[in-house]
């Protein structure tokens, strides 16, 4: 079967800078694929070019076997899309915002279902302008959703949502994909992507760093484990460094942190109870796909 | 329904709910005619305005408010937000094209300062017993240019401004000098003959000129309806040029 969205060596240009650079990826039908990156890494670029609003300098883009360049009108039939950053008329009725998104396209999903699945059915008569941040969010999740598309592109999904809705949000869009969609997210958060995501693409200037399952990404990483703890009884922490597996010790004030690979946990609490030093507060930080960012990009989200 | 008709439908609501707005192309008119057509004698022909009836030039000068209120504040003003907002962006990932609802607002604009001039031919018809524009097809043909030039206008003024807050600002210092210049705060017949001449080749100079004139059977002069269509011609191909679809 020919994959939904093929992308090939895409790269969009600003000034002679390539914010995208020569990226390549494809997606399958029904996959939720993620898009993970720091701020400024090209994901939104990407994806804009992907959608037809932004022309590419070089590379190809398929997306349903339709070029976003030359086919847009058609392709546009059969995408939803949330874009980040935008808003509505301020006093366009959540209804009437529906309504009109839903006379866009040929076959719409009914929307009074899409009020009702995205809790909107007793704001549906409230102007844009008067909604909440989270409310807001979920609309434009809706109008992505409105036209039945067979790809939906969602650039952070869940941003301006309280921890509850953003749960929520995640169980609607995996029923989404249980219907056959196909998913391009485009996120910051790796809650998100490692709970929603079959595969994800980590972005970095623009260039894909890795491309994986989100547990073969931490599986590759051979992200490090961590454990922590307060030993009650003085301890020379150094001596722990020639424990097999341990790659780091670290005193902080009282609390010693030691860093190391395959099961150098147990070796390090045998160590502790030969020399009978008891600890407290102990804590053992398994791998996941945070570290597993920091370990394929070398750096942490923020910077 | 097609997506245009669609967004026409739904802006003519939007354009209802925003009461100043509505008001200000609707209701200021009136209230000017009515006030000004109430003045004892205003109803006669005025020496000091080649001979016009008071109120049939405050009738006139109430259409040259009109399409100067919405195509010089109400277009960039909407134009600029709609492009702010991202609800520009937001149409071109759909079947419908962002150039659907430029030509939408467009549309209801133009049927907004249609409605508002009968609507002020009507009162001062009824009320005041001003007669309907002698000329009437020039009094039509004056009006729908100067509809589509002043909308040009503003459509540049949108097109060119970086912000929803410059679009409207490029509009209002557009605005003033129209009004002054075209005779609205004071008539044309008192202006130095430079002075005429640089207003007559404004888009609302000659609206007012050719609307004055229709109204009183006279044909306008070509020059003015000429005008008029070079700026449509000239703004909005500038502006369909040089539209920014989205902000930097």
């Known amino acids: ?303 | 329904m097609n997506g245009f008709s669609r967004l026409a439908f739904v802006e003519t609501k939007l354009f209802l709910r925003e009461r100043a707005a509505a008001l200000a192309v609707f209701g200021l008119p009136v209230a000017l005619v009515i006030g000004f057509g109430l003045i004892p004698g205003f109803g006669n022909p005025q020496k000091g305005l080649s001979d016009q009836i008071g109120t049939e030039y405050i009738a006139a000068l109430g259409v040259a408010i009109v399409l100067a209120t919405l195509g010089l504040t109400g277009v960039p003003m909407v134009i600029g937000q709609y492009r702010q907002r991202g609800i520009l962006r937001r149409l071109g990932v759909t079947p419908v094209r962002p150039l659907t609802l430029l030509l939408a607002d467009l549309t209801v604009w133009a049927a907004a300062a249609i409605l508002s001039v009968t609507l002020v031919v009507a009162v001062v018809r009824i009320a005041f017993h001003v007669p309907v524009p002698a000329a009437a097809g020039w009094f039509a043909l004056s009006v729908l240019l100067g509809i589509a030039s002043l909308l040009a206008l503003g459509m540049l003024a949108a097109a060119v401004a970086p912000t929803a807050r410059s679009a409207a600002g490029i509009g209002w210092l557009l605005f003033f000098p129209n009004m002054f210049l075209a005779g609205v705060y004071f008539p044309t017949e008192e202006m130095s003959s430079t002075m005429r001449q640089i207003g007559n080749f404004t888009p609302l100079g000659s609206a007012l000129h050719a609307v004055r004139d229709s109204w009183m059977g006279i044909d306008p002069r070509l020059e003015y309806l000429g005008i008029m269509a070079a700026w449509t011609l000239v703004a909005g191909a500038l502006a369909a040029r040089f539209f920014r679809w989205e902000q930097a």
Request: charged share 25%; net charge neutral.
């Open chain 1, 1 to 303: 079967m020919t994959p939904v969205i093929e992308v090939t060596g895409l790269t969009k240009r600003y000034g002679g800078q390539a914010v995208v650079d020569g990226i390549s990826f494809h997606v399958e039908q029904g996959e939720i694929f993620g898009l993970l990156g720091p701020n400024g890494a090209g994901k939104t670029t990407a994806v804009e070019c992907m959608e037809g609003l932004r022309r590419r300098d070089a590379g190809q883009v398929r997306i349903l076997g339709l070029d976003p360049l030359t086919d847009g009108h058609r392709l546009h039939q059969r995408i939803g899309v949330q874009l980040q950053e935008t808003q509505l008329q301020e006093k366009l009725k959540v209804r009437e915002a529906l309504q009109l998104y839903a006379s866009f396209y040929p076959r719409p999903a009914d929307w009074r279902e899409l009020l009702e699945r995205w809790g909107l059915t007793a704001k549906a008569g409230t102007s844009f302008g008067k909604l909440s941040g989270g409310q807001k969010q979920r609309l434009f999740i809706a109008l992505a959703l409105v036209g039945n598309p067979d790809v939906v592109f969602l650039d952070e999904l869940t941003s301006g949502l309280d921890p509850g809705a953003r749960r929520a949000t995640w169980d609607l869009i995996s029923q989404v994909r249980a219907g056959g969609v196909t998913v391009v997210l485009v996120s910051h958060f790796m809650d998100e992507v490692e709970e929603l995501c079959d595969r994800v693409a980590i972005l970095e200037r623009g260039r894909i760093a890795a491309l994986d399952t989100p547990a073969g990404l931490v599986d590759s990483a051979g992200a490090e484990y961590r454990m922590r703890f307060r030993p009650l009884a003085p301890l020379d922490e150094q001596s722990l460094a020639a424990v097999p597996g341990v790659t780091a010790v670290t005193r902080r004030r009282a609390q010693v942190e030691v860093t190391g690979t395959g099961d150098f946990a147990s070796a390090v609490t045998a160590e502790l109870a030969r020399r009978q030093v008891v600890v407290a507060d102990l804590r053992i930080e398994g791998r996941s796909l945070d570290n597993a960012y920091v370990a394929l990009t070398g750096r942490t989200m923020d910077t």
